[in-house]
């Protein structure tokens, strides 16, 4: 039970900085050699792409991260639960979305652009309370809900083409290679985000609940269940920060206050 869903040190703080101040024939004098030249030019779509281009780039990602992980077919027990807490969202909150299980250990979720959400058989087995398995479905759509994922993809394009000037000059999405497409998706679902993102979607992930008549505090057990993994097992869901504690803290007194 291993994927291929390996983290991605990403390095692009000082490259969207040139960016955001040069257009792309400056930023590609900047980079020099011709090839960089290229890089700089399809970089600077990276910033440009429509919110379209980036929920196709998230479909096209989540069908190559699908045929790099093993999927819980339909009968399988998982896919089986998960199909069962899942029934009647997949118009949640005005997303489309679609629900499916990697059949790894390790413990995470994420959920792409396009509405497309990937729960760890891990993570499952972590969480046999359905309440607290979904506040965590609840915080990745999330993401999705409020745009993070999409500047995410946007930031990982940005990345990719800067270090190997893919070919999808103008924003072509489908001119990208496959191999760019699950770099590209890899990197974009395993960066970490931001303070602000991460408590906003914890917050959703809370509301997710109550819309669904569920115990709001089901989100800080799982919260604590995650926090007690540290260095026990891999996941991704508290690399980012404020810290699990932190967020422990903020979600009680969110509940608290929601009440």
Not at 226 to 250: I, M
Request: some cysteine; proline content about 2%; glycine content about 10%.
């Amino acid at each position: 039970m291993t994927g291929k869903t390996t983290r991605f040190a990403l390095t692009i703080t000082g490259l969207l900085c040139l960016a955001g101040h040069a257009h792309a024939g400056k930023l590609a004098d900047l980079l020099g050699s011709q090839g960089l030249k290229d890089a700089g030019t399809t970089a600077m779509t990276g910033l440009t792409l429509t919110d379209a281009q980036v929920i196709e780039l998230g479909a096209k990602s989540v069908a190559q991260m699908d045929q790099d992980n093993p999927v819980a077919s339909a009968d399988n027990a998982y896919a089986k639960r998960l199909a069962k807490l899942a029934s009647g969202m997949e118009r949640e909150d005005g997303l489309k979305l679609n629900f499916k299980v990697y059949l790894v250990k390790d413990v995470n979720a994420f959920a792409v652009p396009d509405g497309s959400v990937r729960v760890f058989a891990g993570l499952m087995d972590l969480m046999p309370d359905d309440a607290e398995l979904l506040s965590v479905i609840g915080h990745e759509i999330g993401h999705v809900k409020y745009g993070h994922s999409k500047e995410h993809y946007r930031a990982a394009y940005l990345s990719r083409a800067a270090r190997k000037g893919v070919a999808a000059i103008g924003g072509t999405v489908g001119k990208l290679a496959s191999s760019d497409i699950g770099a590209i998706g890899e990197a974009a679902v395993n960066a970490k985000f931001s303070r602000a993102n991460e408590t906003q979607a914890d917050e959703y992930g809370v509301d997710f609940l109550r819309r669904h008549n569920l115990d709001p505090n089901a989100a800080v057990r799982g919260m604590q269940k995650l926090a007690a993994q540290d260095g026990k097992a891999k996941t991704s869901f508290l690399d980012d920060h404020p810290a699990s504690q932190e967020r422990v803290s903020h979600l009680q007194k969110y509940i608290a206050r929601k009440k």
